[in-house]
């Protein structure tokens, strides 16, 4: 119960300074857009309600999956005869790539980047979302914020990646999935 209320917190804190910063304007953006082109039925309740609702979604399916994975990883060492020490070493390897993450977040130049994390390694899949995401914000249909929101949870973030990394350790699909919903 504590690791989910610490990721609450982890997603209520850095939600001022990472989130506001680089998703408020993507999300006023998709917003006043929307509002020409859904003229008959636009509400900005409703409208920011179905974004969220849908990137809610997109995040508990990604951590239901990561947390799956986690779950092999686990089973695998339960089968080898060495689970206390796999989970040790999976519990210790995403602790460190937590304390990196988040002290990347802090100051960038401080540690190098995760490779395998890094945004750049990202960019093609970055890249066609926000396509997808553009012509979308274009499409007059009352369900585009929920599809935006959905497009939204998958595109690469780094400070997603540690809530990911915590919902990977909880080898469970439904522990990873409750992980980014608390996230």
């Not at 917003?31 to 509400?43: A, V």
């Not at 100051?107 to 970055?126: A, E, G, M, R």
Request: charged share 5%.
């Amino acid at each position: 119960m504590s690791e989910v209320l610490l990721i609450t917190l982890l997603g209520f804190l850095g939600s001022f300074g990472h989130c506001i910063g680089m998703c408020g304007p993507l999300s006023v953006a998709f917003s006043l857009s929307s509002q020409q082109i859904l003229q008959p039925w636009y509400n900005p309740v409703f409208f920011h309600c179905c974004l969220n609702g849908g990137r809610l979604v997109s995040y508990m399916v990604t951590g239901g999956i990561i947390g799956a994975l986690g779950s092999v990883v686990v089973a695998g060492g339960q089968i080898a005869g060495i689970d206390s020490q796999v989970r040790q070493g999976f519990a210790i390897l995403t602790g460190v790539l937590l304390l990196w993450l988040g002290l990347q977040q802090i100051n960038p130049q401080f540690l190098p980047p995760v490779p395998f994390l890094h945004p750049l390694w990202q960019s093609k899949l970055h890249h066609h979302l926000v396509k997808g995401m553009e012509r979308l914000s274009f499409t007059s249909h009352w369900g585009v914020p929920t599809a935006l929101g959905l497009l939204w949870g998958f595109i690469p973030c780094g400070f997603l990646y540690t809530a990911q990394i915590k919902a990977a350790e909880t080898g469970s699909l439904w522990k990873g999935a409750m992980v980014m919903f608390a996230f």
